[in-house]
């Protein structure tokens, strides 16, 4: 159990594209999600921890606008990054926190490679 | 602030040899802290959890208060446990906001 579907799992596109990625719990419901952005051969950044039906919360240092977080159902998490750069490309991964699992740490995604040209 | 911290980047041991990777954290409040797990190509998974106080694949982590430490431990190296291990602690409560260290990538040689 405790499933974390993430899709795509690799995406390139030109600069100054929007680029969506999903995030789905398969099995169980998901209260939390979170999504971070993770470096070459670095830790975990947290971008922002997002509440299925409110707003996502950011971390310092985290660009709202041009992060677009939306937590529509209990089951799938979006992420946008809108007018995307080249310096924005890096690998994202979400987890997500289970009402059915609320004893249980985070379930994780594969993550999503973006690469900007 | 919440920290996390693994001091070794790399760490590289011989099949059958003991291997200690080392967590340090700080925390004001009661601290719940996790190992992580990354292998090659695949995605992060929960390795262990402080308060379950068991074994994973013959891994075991001790948490030190005193120390602030979280080590994880096995005492012999297998050439299949080679990944990347990330120590994270719970700063979110029930939200389980997670606080990771910079990760130690485990190299075991046959």
């Known amino acids: 159990g405790a499933v974390v579907s993430q899709h795509p799992s690799w995406v390139i596109c030109k600069s100054g594209t929007s680029v969506k990625i999903e995030c789905r719990s398969l099995d169980f419901q998901a209260t939390t999600m979170f999504w971070y952005r993770q470096f070459p051969k670095q830790s975990l950044m947290l971008m922002a921890t997002s509440n299925e039906g409110s707003k996502a919360t950011y971390e310092q240092g985290v660009e709202k606008d041009k992060f677009l977080i939306n937590h529509a159902s209990l089951t799938l998490s979006t992420l946008t990054v809108t007018s995307a750069h080249p310096e924005d490309s890096s690998f994202y991964i979400c987890?997500?926190?289970?009402?059915?699992?609320?004893?249980?740490?985070?379930?994780f995604g594969d993550g999503t490679r973006l690469s900007i040209l | 602030a919440q920290r996390v911290t693994q001091p070794e980047k790399l760490l590289s041991v011989f099949k059958g040899a003991p291997v200690e990777l080392k967590c340090n954290y700080s925390y004001s409040g009661s601290p719940e802290l996790f190992w992580y797990v990354q292998y090659s190509r695949q995605r992060l998974q929960l390795l262990l959890r402080?308060?379950s106080r068991e074994s994973i694949k013959g891994f075991t982590a001790d948490l030190n208060k005193g120390e602030t430490s979280f080590h994880l431990k096995k005492p012999f190296a297998q050439e299949e446990d080679s990944a990347m291990y990330y120590c994270?602690?719970?700063?979110?409560?029930?939200?389980?906001?997670?606080?990771f260290g910079k990760g130690t990538l485990l190299t075991v040689n046959p």
């Open positions: 987890s997500a926190v289970g009402a059915a699992y609320s004893n249980q740490p985070q379930h």
């Open positions: 402080h308060i």
């Open positions: 994270a602690l719970n700063s979110g409560g029930s939200n389980y906001k997670l606080t």
